[in-house]
Each structure stands twice: as structure tokens, then as C-alpha cells.
């Protein structure tokens, strides 16, 4: 009973359905997040560094600030790997048998993809200003421009892919929550039955069709010597 439709996903135990896995709109989200993050880090670590003809070291292109081109390089390779992480997740997420073990899984997507969604909100502000106040005096040729774009343009595309991501990992827990509750709270019945104390049938609270308790009648039946005792009419 633990796993039957708890958070989202069918009973521990049944066959994986690649199919009906990558029509999930949690898995449409984490793939198109996974190929952003790609891009960002494509488009910064290739052409986001760059030097001029009187210079020999490269710089960062966006305002030679080079704390933005490791932030957006570290937020795309860090965003591509959790991308894997939580995709692998999916994958196992209906063999876990425990309801308290897949609460747990999708709390840890809530916080995770809300945490993502405002660091790529972040780095979507801090790449579009440093690109704002690039001088053109620093790259004539507009070398990376492209890229530099691209990146911004995508930071921006990632802060809803994953807020998405938080959004539906919120619908799997309120709907895990009211499915779960019956799996949580169930305790059985012969174990109930076995711890109560045994209670005779027939006991001193029992009245008798009379009205009487049991033993009055008993003692007005009888007169304690065997006979029965004399009706007056």
C-alpha cells in the first residue's frame, strides 16, 4: 500500500515505460533546462573570452568582468549536472516503496528547482548588465557577440524552466500528500484485535430482558439451597 499512487507516481515495482517517462512534462522540462544549461556554457567557455590586438591575455567579453564569465560557466556546467541528477531521480523515483523516502525526493525538487530559478535570475541580471556596460573600444571587431547573447537569452529561458520544475514538484506533493494519508495513518486491524484487552461476553454491565441486572435475577431466582424459590400469586 505504500507506494500506490504516492507523489506522482504507480505502485514500487512495475516496468519502466521510456515512453510514457519522456511525455511527463517534469521530464520535458528537465531535458530543455539540461540542453540550456549546455548552451550557456557552450557559448561562454568558447567565445566568451577574447583580447585585443595589443593585448596577449584573454578577458572576459562582458566588461572584462571576469567574475561574470565564471559565474555563468559555473551555473551551466553545476545546472547540467543537477539536470542528470533529477533525471536520474525520475527514473528510479516509482521503485521507492516508502511514502516518507518519496515525500523526501520531492520536497528536495521543490527547493532545488526554486533555488536554480532564482540563481539563474541572478546570473541573467548580472550577465545583461556587465554586457550593457561592455565598451565597444574593448572588442571593435564584436567578436562573441553572438554568443554573448545567447547566453544572456537562455539565463533568461532557465529562470521559468525551472520555476516550472518547482511548480510541478509542488503539484506532486499536495497531490502525494491527500493520496499518502490513508498509507501513513493505516494500522492493522489484527494487530489492533491482538493488543486489546479481552473483554467476556456477558459481563456485569449486561442487563437481562427483564430490566435487571444479571445477578439480582440470579439471586432472586434462587434461594442458595438447590430449590427454586416460592411465587406468592
Do not use: H
Amino acid at each position: 500500500m505504500d507506494g500506490m499512487q504516492a507523489y506522482g507516481a504507480g505502485k514500487a515495482g512495475g516496468a519502466f515505460d521510456p515512453v510514457t517517462f519522456l511525455q511527463q512534462p517534469q521530464t520535458v522540462l528537465r531535458i530543455v533546462s539540461w540542453l540550456f544549461s549546455i548552451v550557456i556554457f557552450g557559448c561562454i567557455a568558447n567565445e566568451g573570452y577574447i583580447n585585443s590586438p595589443r593585448e596577449v591575455e584573454e578577458y572576459c567579453i562582458f566588461n572584462r568582468n571576469q567574475n561574470a564569465c565564471n559565474y555563468g560557466v559555473f551555473m551551466g556546467s553545476m545546472a547540467f549536472l543537477c539536470c542528470v541528477a533529477f533525471l536520474a531521480l525520475d527514473v528510479y523515483f516509482p521503485q521507492i516503496t516508502s511514502v516518507k523516502d518519496r515525500k523526501k525526493a520531492v520536497l528536495a525538487d521543490i527547493g532545488v528547482s526554486a533555488f536554480w530559478s532564482f540563481m539563474w535570475f541572478v546570473g541573467f541580471c548580472f550577465l545583461a548588465n556587465q554586457w550593457q556596460m561592455a565598451k565597444q573600444e574593448d572588442n571593435p571587431l564584436g567578436e562573441g557577440g553572438d554568443a554573448a547573447r545567447a547566453a544572456i537569452t537562455f539565463s533568461f529561458f532557465s529562470i521559468f524552466t525551472w520555476a516550472g520544475q518547482s511548480f510541478l514538484a509542488f503539484q506532486r506533493y499536495k497531490l502525494g500528500a491527500d493520496s499518502a494519508l490513508f498509507s501513513q495513518d493505516y494500522t492493522d486491524p489484527s494487530q489492533d484485535a491482538a493488543g486489546a484487552p479481552y473483554t467476556s461476553f456477558g459481563g456485569d454491565d449486561m442487563e437481562s430482558p427483564g430490566g435487571g441486572g444479571g445477578q439480582a435475577n440470579s439471586d432472586g431466582a434462587f434461594d442458595g439451597t438447590g430449590g427454586y424459590q416460592r411465587q406468592d400469586y
